[in-house]
């Protein structure tokens, strides 16, 4: 596999395990658990915000990366966006390690950080990104 392929697949797949990771936390929150204790491997909240984490902690590089083999160009006219790319990664992974800090993961803490407005604009970067670099 050359080294472009494997960048794609590595975006796709951080790609797949924060979007994944969103819907299982939205779950996850409409459940009303005060702690996550209790919770099997299969509903652990903190094995996907671990997940999440490192995928949001690679998505920047990745991306500048894809973008780079696209077009070497495309990295430079879309500069603004990745650094804003990069941000939002670094605030999102900030917020959920926040949450890792806590003894207990409570619904109403994962709703929480479902609704932060840095999770929320990662996500549409994600999307953004997931589609504009599709070839």
């Not at 996500?123 to 670099?133: G, S, T």
């Amino acid at each position: 596999m050359t080294k472009k392929a494997t960048a794609r697949d590595d975006l796709a797949q951080a790609i797949d395990t924060i979007e994944g990771g969103y819907e299982f936390l939205l779950a996850y929150a409409a459940q009303g658990r005060h702690t996550d204790r209790d919770a099997t491997a299969a509903q652990s909240p903190r094995d996907r915000l671990e997940a999440m984490t490192e995928a949001m902690a690679a998505l920047p590089a990745l991306a500048r990366t894809v973008a780079g083999s696209i077009d070497a160009g495309l990295v430079a006219d879309c500069a603004a966006f990745l650094d804003a790319l990069e941000r939002d990664a670094a605030v999102s992974v900030g917020a959920v390690r926040l949450v890792l800090s806590k003894q207990d993961l409570s619904s109403q803490l994962i709703d929480n950080l479902n609704a932060s407005i840095h999770l929320r604009a990662l996500l549409a970067d994600v999307f953004l990104i997931d589609e504009a670099l599709k070839q």
